[in-house]
C-alpha cells in the first residue's frame, strides 16, 4: 500500500478514535451503550408497535436490522455536518486531503454499527433466526449505504459552513423521515398510496435489503441495482459539492 495513503488511514482512524472517546468520555458504560441502545429501543417499540406487524413474533428482528442501518445514516449525516467547522484549523494548514475531516466521522459511524451489530447477532440467537448465504448481502449492503451517506455527509458538511441553520433544519427533518421508511411499522401497514414512493426511497431499501437477508434469506435483484445506483451516485454528487466549494469553504473558516 502507498505510503501515502496508509497515513491518510492512520489519521482517520486516530480521529475516529477521538470521536469515539469524546462521545463516551463521561459515559460508566462507554462504548457499551452502543450494544444496550438498539436493544433497549427494541424492547419500547416492540410493545408500542408490534401489533402492526404481520409477525409480532419476528418484530424485534424487523425492528433491529432496519434500525441499525438507519442508524448508520443519522449517525454519519448528523455528525458529519460539522465536520469542517469542527477541524477549522486543520482544514485550512493540514496537506492532508481535507475529505479525511468527513470521511472521520463516516467512519466513526461505521465502527458504531459494528457494535450495533452484536445487538442484532444478540435478538437473531435469542428468535433462533438461521442465516444463509444470503448474509453475505448484509455486508454489501452496509458498504453501499456507507457510501451513500458518506455522499449526503459532504453535502451537508459543505452547506453548514455558510449556513449554520442546516444543522437544526436536518434535526427535525430526520425525526420526521424515520416515519416515512418503514424502520417501525412494516410497509404493508402503510396507505397504498405511498407503497411504491416508499419502495424508491434508498432510506427504505437499505434496510429493507437488510431485512430480506437476515429474516427470509433473499434478495431482490432490482433493490440490489438501486443499492449500487444511489451509493455511488450520491457519493460522486457529494463530493462534487464539495470539490466546487472547497476554496470557498477556506476563505470562509
Same mark, same amino acid.
Given at each position: 500500500? *502507498?505510503?501515502?495513503?496508509?497515513?491518510?488511514?492512520?489519521?482517520? +482512524? $486516530?480521529?475516529?478514535?477521538?470521536?469515539?472517546? +469524546?462521545?463516551?468520555?463521561?459515559?460508566?458504560?462507554?462504548?457499551?451503550?452502543? /450494544?444496550? %441502545?438498539?436493544?433497549?429501543?427494541?424492547?419500547?417499540?416492540?410493545?408500542?408497535?408490534?401489533?402492526?406487524?404481520?409477525?409480532?413474533?419476528?418484530?424485534?428482528?424487523?425492528?433491529?436490522?432496519?434500525?441499525?442501518?438507519?442508524?448508520?445514516?443519522?449517525?454519519?449525516?448528523?455528525?458529519?455536518?460539522?465536520?469542517?467547522?469542527? *477541524?477549522?484549523?486543520?482544514? $485550512?494548514?493540514?496537506?492532508?486531503? +481535507?475529505?479525511?475531516?468527513?470521511?472521520?466521522?463516516?467512519?466513526?459511524?461505521?465502527? %458504531?454499527?459494528?457494535?450495533?451489530?452484536?445487538?442484532?447477532?444478540?435478538?437473531?440467537?435469542?428468535?433462533?433466526?438461521?442465516?444463509?448465504?444470503?448474509? #453475505?448481502? @448484509?455486508?454489501?449492503?452496509?458498504? @453501499?449505504?456507507?457510501? @451513500?451517506?458518506?455522499?449526503?455527509?459532504? =453535502?451537508?458538511?459543505?452547506?453548514?459552513?455558510?449556513?449554520?441553520?442546516?444543522?437544526?433544519?436536518?434535526? %427535525?427533518?430526520?425525526?420526521?423521515?424515520?416515519? !416515512?421508511?418503514?424502520?417501525?411499522?412494516?410497509?404493508? +401497514?402503510?396507505?397504498?398510496?405511498?407503497?411504491?414512493?416508499?419502495?424508491? *426511497?434508498?432510506?427504505?431499501?437499505?434496510? *429493507?435489503?437488510?431485512?430480506?437477508?437476515?429474516?427470509?434469506?433473499?434478495?431482490?435483484? $432490482?433493490?440490489?441495482?438501486?443499492?449500487? #445506483?444511489?451509493?455511488?451516485? !450520491?457519493?460522486?454528487?457529494?463530493?462534487? /459539492?464539495?470539490?466546487?466549494?472547497?476554496?470557498? =469553504?477556506?476563505?470562509?473558516?
Amino acid at each position: 500500500m *502507498n505510503y501515502g495513503i496508509r497515513q491518510y488511514i492512520f489519521v482517520i +482512524r $486516530q480521529l475516529t478514535a477521538r470521536e469515539i472517546t +469524546r462521545k463516551y468520555a463521561r459515559s460508566f458504560l462507554g462504548i457499551i451503550w452502543s /450494544v444496550l %441502545n438498539p436493544l433497549l429501543f427494541m424492547i419500547v417499540m416492540s410493545i408500542v408497535f408490534s401489533g402492526f406487524s404481520t409477525n409480532r413474533t419476528m418484530y424485534p428482528v424487523y425492528y433491529v436490522t432496519g434500525f441499525t442501518l438507519w442508524s448508520m445514516f443519522n449517525t454519519a449525516t448528523t455528525t458529519s455536518m460539522t465536520a469542517f467547522e469542527d *477541524n477549522k484549523n486543520l482544514f $485550512q494548514k493540514t496537506k492532508l486531503p +481535507r475529505e479525511i475531516f468527513v470521511l472521520s466521522r463516516d467512519y466513526t459511524a461505521l465502527v %458504531n454499527l459494528g457494535f450495533s451489530c452484536i445487538a442484532l447477532l444478540i435478538v437473531l440467537a435469542v428468535f433462533r433466526v438461521r442465516l444463509n448465504w444470503t448474509v #453475505i448481502i @448484509f455486508v454489501v449492503d452496509v458498504f @453501499f449505504e456507507m457510501l @451513500f451517506s458518506i455522499g449526503v455527509s459532504f =453535502i451537508l458538511a459543505t452547506i453548514y459552513v455558510f449556513y449554520k441553520d442546516i444543522k437544526f433544519l436536518w434535526r %427535525n427533518f430526520i425525526v420526521l423521515l424515520v416515519h !416515512m421508511v418503514a424502520v417501525y411499522i412494516p410497509i404493508e +401497514r402503510y396507505p397504498e398510496s405511498l407503497h411504491e414512493i416508499t419502495r424508491l *426511497n434508498p432510506l427504505y431499501f437499505y434496510p *429493507n435489503i437488510a431485512r430480506r437477508c437476515v429474516l427470509e434469506g433473499s434478495v431482490d435483484v $432490482q433493490e440490489l441495482k438501486l443499492m449500487v #445506483i444511489w451509493g455511488v451516485g !450520491m457519493l460522486l454528487v457529494g463530493l462534487l /459539492v464539495f470539490k466546487y466549494k472547497e476554496n470557498d =469553504i477556506v476563505k470562509k473558516l
